[in-house]
């Protein structure tokens, strides 16, 4: 189906028997591997729901929108209070060499046994079903990004624009 | 086709076919009909491919499912069952609220 079929089937939707009134604010902080997946998830859950989504990408969040990074996030396996029940690495274990490699290709391994797609993929995949990206100005200037180091679906937004247009929503902070 | 009344059919109270198995193509339309949505071929892949997942499996196909096993795409399946795909998706084809988290 062309891109013109598509807008003019959602033009033609009749209104919805109940329209969702509800709209989810996410702010994403974090970008290890780890913590680059409950956003999306959250986000994708949302839009699947017909919830509105904003997604404001600010500090190391950053990294799950620039082309460059996103396919690259890893897990830390040391400072990582997360490591030892779930992967049982040590933190003395995880200072060796390589163990930050191996924990993120376990994750990685387990994230697609249930099916979630690899950061890149789902970063699309919630952008298509109509979650909105926004990259936080002041971080980007902060790490030399400009929009064109962002995924073209990502807009850039200052702190205040986000908070203004997110009047109203549900705020979560990730 | 007309259209079938759907007060012999029944529903929980979110909406949800109780017997998916009582489901037919003509309940579906009516059931679309009542949540403001005309049914294409497109929306029939999606249909179609549901009920033969939940055939298979016993449940509701998820929408990464979907969209990874039939030719419909995240936009598309969005634009054709907007406020909520994966419920109203669900709804049409006689199933369960879908439990998957993708």
Not at chain 1, 92 to 99: C, F, N, R, Y
Not at chain 1, 151 to 157: H, I, K, M, N
Request: with cysteine; charged share 20%.
């Amino acid at each position: 189906m062309t891109a013109n079929s598509l807008e003019t089937l959602a033009a033609n939707a009749p209104a919805m028997s109940k329209k969702i009134d509800r709209k989810l604010a996410i702010i994403v902080s974090k970008g290890s591997l780890d913590m680059a997946y409950p956003p999306l998830i959250l986000a994708n859950a949302a839009r699947m729901s017909g919830v509105d989504v904003d997604l404001f990408f600010t500090f190391w969040g950053l990294d799950i929108i620039t082309k460059k990074k996103m396919g690259k996030l890893h897990i830390a396996t040391v400072g990582n209070p997360n490591m030892h029940p779930w992967f049982h690495i040590p933190t003395l274990i995880g200072i060796l060499p390589g163990m930050s490699a191996l924990a993120t290709w376990m994750m990685n391994r387990e994230i697609a046994k249930l099916d979630f797609p690899p950061i890149p993929e789902f970063v699309e995949m919630v952008s298509d079903a109509g979650a909105r990206l926004f990259g936080c100005k002041m971080s980007m200037d902060m790490m030399r990004l400009t929009k064109a180091d962002l995924v073209d679906s990502a807009e850039v937004l200052s702190a205040m624009e986000f908070i203004e247009m997110s009047n109203g929503a549900q705020t979560l902070f990730i | 086709m007309t259209t079938v009344s759907l007060e012999n059919v029944k529903f929980n109270e979110e909406g949800y076919m109780v017997d998916p198995n009582a489901w037919t193509p003509e309940i579906a339309k009516a059931i679309a009909e009542r949540e403001g949505v005309v049914l294409t071929d497109r929306h029939w892949v999606v249909i179609n491919y549901a009920r033969a997942e939940f055939k298979a499996k016993g449940e509701a196909p998820t929408l990464r499912n979907i969209t990874k096993n039939t030719d419909v795409s995240t936009k598309e399946l969005y634009a054709l069952f907007p406020g909520g795909p994966a419920k109203l998706a669900a709804k049409i084809a006689g199933l369960g609220k879908p439990t998957g988290c993708i």
